[in-house]
C-alpha cells in the first residue's frame, strides 16, 4: 500500500513538471519588431544575447508565446529589433506538450527612412 502512494505521488509530481506555459508580451514587447538577418535594418547595435521559450499543447500558441517573451527580453534591453539567429521546437520528453525556444540578440537600429506613398516630398530648389 506505502509502494503504491509513493509510486502515485511521483506520477503526480512529475506530471506537473511538464505543464503549459505561454508567455504573455508586456507593454515594451510591442515596440519591439523580430527580424531575420535577411530583413534586419541597417546601423544596427547589438545589445544582448536573448532568447525566448514557451510550452503548450498547441504550437502555434507556443510559439507566439516563444516569441512574445523573446520581444520582452529584447524590450528589456531598450531595444527596437529582435534578431532571430536560430529557433528550435519539438515535444517536451515524451509528452505532447510542445516546447519552442528562439535564440538571437537585441538590437537598437536606426529607423529606416520612409518613402514612397505616405511620404513628405523631397525640397525642390526653385
Known amino acids: 500500500m506505502a509502494r503504491t502512494i509513493v509510486l502515485l505521488a511521483l506520477s503526480c509530481a512529475l506530471a506537473g513538471c511538464v505543464t503549459e506555459s505561454i508567455v504573455a508580451a508586456k507593454p515594451g514587447a510591442s515596440k519591439v519588431t523580430i527580424v531575420t538577418d535577411v530583413d534586419k535594418p ?6 544582448a544575447d536573448i532568447h525566448g521559450t514557451s510550452r503548450s499543447n498547441d504550437e502555434a500558441k507556443a510559439k507566439a508565446g516563444a516569441q512574445n517573451d523573446f ?5 528589456a534591453f531598450r531595444a527596437n529589433y ?15 506538450i510542445k516546447e519552442v525556444f528562439i535564440r538571437g540578440k537585441a538590437l537598437r537600429c536606426q529607423e529606416p527612412e520612409k518613402t514612397g506613398e505616405g511620404a513628405p516630398p523631397p525640397e525642390q530648389k526653385p
Do not use: I, P, Q, W
Open 42 to 47: 541597417f546601423r544596427c547595435k547589438t545589445l
Open 71 to 75: 520581444k520582452n527580453n529584447a524590450a
Open 82 to 96: 529582435a534578431l532571430v539567429e536560430a529557433d528550435n521546437s519539438g515535444n517536451v520528453g515524451t509528452s505532447t
